[in-house]
């Protein structure tokens, strides 16, 4: 597929036009908790920058460093053998049986991503002036610059992905004036040794870690010397007229002018299904070698190799949003006056870039995608194990992929894909007996994909979801449609969405009227009552697994049309979607969330998955279902505005899909109120936001909240089908006056650019495949568009 680019000429005008500020989080204060940390990362390790002048603490991460062993699938061979028995309670509405009866179908927790270790970098330099904290988007580079006493301090940080390594450069205007002591602690089991001026690390991460809220006798946390995956570290120091003394786990630099510190880390992980302690990867040989070859380059060509590397990433879209008069102030600062109501345009567009940073820097490793917490973590019991949880958080991570241009970044979770298919299929058919694979509510570097609760003590309405698979299949149908890669779907993508799609035949059984449902069904995280007051999780037919279902089977049909290779399962598939139960709207005008029109435990409750067909699914919408989007728009109604991080995000989406921008809009503002720091411990009560350092607070810190907000900016500016590109389709009034964006995709593999003015497109620019047609539609009229050279100046 070769694309071909706008003419110079046309390309450098719209870029004159879409001219904006460096994008720049900044400080003038020492961060002391990690929600004000900035981060910093390469695709696959990554550090959290505290920039202290006394000590600076920094957070070392590696995305492959997970508590654990490959998953034994076969943990609970004869679960399927309650199956049966679950669906006959249902059957006869005893819904209080079939909740206590499922829990027999139930396997292990997840385990836990690890913290890798921290780095102390001790000047005791006191009592700082002129101090400024600094991440540029713009480069991916961290600064610090302060004055101690007489001297002036600089330390610049980036994360190198061509090379590996972690690059801490450092000067002193005073010549010699560079005096720093280096360490490596780690909270779990390692040791320490030095040479001349390099300190390495080594060690294992725990065999077992269990969720920090599971509550039982023993201890959560269990090493075994011959099992876990192994890491290690090396750190050096560099410098032209310093002396470099060492300890056995230091490292001093004494009368320093100009400093480098290179770390490098590796894991002996490799892959999924092999044992890192019996068949891992030398990670004492892989760490040197980094540090060794990235010795002989220097900052100065580290840096160009990283900007070379990272900013053909980060440049593809640009946003301009109207100017206004918000004073410069530290980020911190910001967030404060704009959660009084103040206007501040470049925060919006700034947390918008910030997401797409996040994903380039956590979602660059094959088959292991970005957590709960991109890649970043500093606890050894995380939030909910900083897993995969495939019943929104771990596709939400991923909705900016491809509307904003960073589709190589997306291929991670659909390379996991790949690894949870294989272990899937033996889930489907010891836990259900049934054919084609499934994933349920959490899983983790070992592809997990049994349903969790540690069998029989998990709350059936988030332990025994089955829906992961279906869900998550939906991304590689999205991924062909903004990258146009036939070979991508015949080969991979096609295969596995097809493997899901069985597994839902099967789940699918006749309710008393002929109509196809699941049973048992949940909705995800969510209770019902019935009308004898009973509040309960299992029952059948519950809206969300239908619109997953539906999505899915609407997505194989379409990719068989463009295949011609599966007739036979088109025509199956076609069958069975025309019986799948529709739509209910309840008594007050909601999308029902249940088989039957129950009230909810909790009216307001922040999952919504039962909207999951009007967004990220495509298949309701304002043109097409009106009804059942009125029913959507009634239900988001009743559930209110305020609601955690992530779920925020969610909704922010699905008002833009429902053309209401004003609404998205003011959903996003609320994303960005400020929430203090959690310090030591998380106030669970205080409801979504963001931290200083602009890190979404669910609370604690998820990375999913950041990226679904980042994903609906995209949303509110262009929204696609394969047949149709509409411009502007919830701009907020607030950037109405005027604005420009450049490098969004959308479906059909299109990049289109466009100014605005009082709400109407005034400039418009579509690139594509040489020879291919597009329809757009732009100020309310749609232009039918043949991409003759692989450009064209639609306005």
Known sequence: MRILFLTLLAFSTFAQQTQQKPMRLWYDKPATYFEEALVLGNGKQGATVFGGTKSDKIFLNDLTLWSGEPMDPYMNKEAYKNLPAVREALRQENYKAADSLVRKIQGKFSESYAPLGTLYVDFNHENPTEYRRELNLDKAVSTVHYHAGTNEIRKEYFFSHPDNVFVIHLTSKEKKGLNFTVQFKSLLKYATKSTINHLHAKGTAPVRADPNYVRKQGNPIMFDDSKGTRFASDILIQSADGKVVRTDSTLQMVGGTDATILVTMATSFNGFDKSPSKEGLNEDELSEKRLQAASFKGAEQLLARHLADYQPYFKRVNLSLPADNAPELPTD????????????????????????????????????????????????????????????????????????????????????????EKTGRITAKTFYDAPGWVVHHNSDIWAMSNPVGDFGNGDPSWANWPMGATWASTHLWEHYLFTQDKKFLEAKAYPLMRGAAEFCLYWLIEDKNGRLI??????????????????????????????????????????????????????????????????????????????????????????????????????????????????????????????????????INLWARLRDGDHAYKMYRELLKYVEPDGVKVNYARGGGTYPNLFDAHPPFQIDGNFGGSAAVAEMLIQSTPELIETLPALPSAWASEGTVSGLKTRGGFEVSMSWKD???????????????????????????????GEVHVL
């Not at 380039?360 to 019991?381: D, E, F, K």
């Not at 939030?383 to 771990?394: C, E, F, G, L, V």
């Not at 109407?760 to 568009?785: C, D, F, P, R, Y």
């Open 518 to 651: 699941t049973s048992p069904s949940t909705s995800p995280e969510n209770k019902f009552i019935t009308p004898t007051g009973y509040q309960g999780a299992t029952a059948y037919g519950a809206t969300a697994d239908l619109a997953m279902i539906r999505e899915l089977f609407l997505d194989l049909i379409a990719a068989e049309k463009i295949l011609q290779k599966d007739p036979a399962f088109q025509a199956t598939l076609e069958k069975a979607l025309a019986r799948i139960l529709p739509y209910q709207v309840g008594a007050k005008g909601n999308l029902q969330e249940w088989y039957f029109d129950w009230e909810d435990t909790d009216p307001k409750h922040r999952h919504q998955s039962h909207l999951y067909g009007l967004y990220p699914g495509t298949h309701v919408t304002v043109a097409e279902t009106p009804s059942i989007a009125a029913a959507a728009k009634k239900t988001l109604e009743i559930k209110g505005d305020e609601t955690t991080g992530w779920s925020k995000g969610w909704r």
């Open 759 to 789: 709400g109407k497109v005034t400039s418009l620019h579509l690139k594509g495949m040489k020879g291919s047609t597009a329809k757009v539609k732009v100020n309310g009229e749609i232009k039918s568009l043949l991409i003759k050279t």
């Open 333 to 420: 600062e910001r967030l404060r006056r704009y959660a009084k109501g103040e206007k501040d345009n470049y925060l919006e567009t700034l947390y918008f870039q910030f997401g797409r940073y996040l994903l380039i820097s956590s979602s660059r490793t094959p088959g292991v995608p970005a957590n709960l917490q991109g890649l970043w973590n500093p606890h050894i019991r995380p939030p909910w194990s900083s897993n995969y949880t495939m019943n929104i958080n771990a596709e939400e991570n991923y909705w900016l992929a491809e509307n904003t241009n960073l589709s190589e970044m997306h291929t991670p979770f659909l390379g996991f894909l790949e690894n949870l």
